[in-house]
């Protein structure tokens, strides 16, 4: 190793990092692997199995003392079969890993356990297996997902094409603006528990990407967990376009809304910056999105981009600078 020339990995970001595994590790004909919600493996019966990994890490992801351990469990299984309804994909079973410190109770577990469960099999998604281990400092959780679609079917991000609208399934920043409750110890009146649910208990779209993917038109798709400015950019530079974005136009709940006035709070950078609001983020045809039968919004059009260097995302309606979450920037 050349350790005048070692970074650290705050200078090349999360994304960084996941670029350089995506050039050293190509995916083999025929399978679809780093780069997308989740990797694709054709099978010989002509559907696509689906899957994906996530982790959520004591510290970084949640704080043991403020998130109750039904919450955990429950957003442990969703995040995961997000990425799953994100290829507009059907989940079929997890695995889940957990590190946890001996000294944990086992009221704790049990209850990690029922949100694991009830959200799981509201998507019919089985617990197949998993490993389990002692953790020297903090909870460690490790969710794979599996899933499946007809062949050729899942939506990837690298499919948007010039003219498409940009649509997403429903509200943004509900969730960072329940987390940003939660950190500053908000008192919880009926709407800010409200906005708490939605961090702590988030729904992923999988029947809305179901019907996406089923519908000619429907073009790139993915899940909006870091955040619409974080989140837009992956479709972008996967589809080689650009993007033009009305930001009037963001979907934004009343409960938002009124919170947001009430403290006199900026809502854009919840809406644009703030992550984990597991929508879904598409491009459609504009012939196609009139007859959707699916909830959403027109938030802008693709447009073309022509090089590197050219902007990606034109920003109408503000002239602030946003950018999404990554695990090695801390702002
Ligand atoms: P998402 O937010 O949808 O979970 P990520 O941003 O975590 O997606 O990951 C983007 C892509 O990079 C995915 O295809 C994921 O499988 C891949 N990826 C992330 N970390 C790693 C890793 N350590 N090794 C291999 N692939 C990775
Ligand atoms: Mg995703």
Redesign the pocket.
């Known amino acids: 190793m050349d350790t005048a020339k070692d970074k650290t990995l705050s200078s090349l970001g ?2 960084g ?2 670029e350089r ?2 050039q050293r ?1 190509p995916a083999p004909e025929g399978l679809t ?7 694709i493996l054709p099978q010989q019966s002509g559907r696509d199995t689906l899957v ?3 982790m959520l890490i004591e510290g970084t992801h949640f704080l043991r003392g403020d998130i109750p351990p039904y919450a955990l469990g429950w957003k442990s299984a969703a ?1 995961n079969i997000s ?1 799953i309804a ?1 290829m507009g994909g059907r989940p079929t079973a997890t695995f889940l890993s957990l590190a946890l410190p001996a000294d944990l109770g086992t009221a704790w577990v049990d209850e990690f356990f029922r949100g694991y469960t009830t959200l799981s099999k509201r998507f019919g998604a089985a617990l197949l297996g998993g490993d389990t281990t002692g953790s020297p400092r903090g909870i460690c959780i490790n969710v794979a997902v599996l899933g499946e679609c007809p062949g050729g079917t899942a939506r990837k991000r690298s499919d948007a094409r010039e003219g498409d609208l940009v649509c997403v399934s429903g509200n943004l920043g509900d969730s960072a603006l329940g987390l940003r409750a939660i950190l500053e110890g908000l008192e919880r009146d009926a709407d800010i528990q409200a906005l708490i649910d939605r961090h702590y208990l988030p729904l992923p779209r999988v029947e809305e990407g179901l019907r996406l993917a089923a519908t000619t038109g429907v073009h790139a798709m ?2 909006l ?2 955040g619409l400015a974080s ?1 837009l950019p ?1 479709i972008l530079e996967a589809s080689g376009k650009g993007a033009e974005i009305d930001t009037a136009a963001l979907p934004l709940s009343d409960t938002l809304q009124r919170v947001c006035t009430r403290l006199d709070w900026d809502p854009l950078p919840f809406a644009l910056g703030g992550g984990e609001d597991y929508e879904l983020l598409f491009t459609v045809d504009p012939d196609a999105e009139k007859d959707l039968d699916v909830p959403h919004s027109v938030i802008g059009k693709i447009i073309p981009c022509h090089s590197e260097r050219t902007r990606r995302i034109y920003w109408h309606g503000t002239n602030r600078a946003f950018s999404g979450f990554d695990h090695f920037h801390r702002d």
């Not at 692997?33 to 989740?38: L, R």
């Open positions: 999360e994304f990092l996941i595994l995506r590790f692997g780093i780069g997308d919600d989740c990797a994906s990994t996530d995040v990425d994100a993915m899940d967990s870091d989140d992956h």
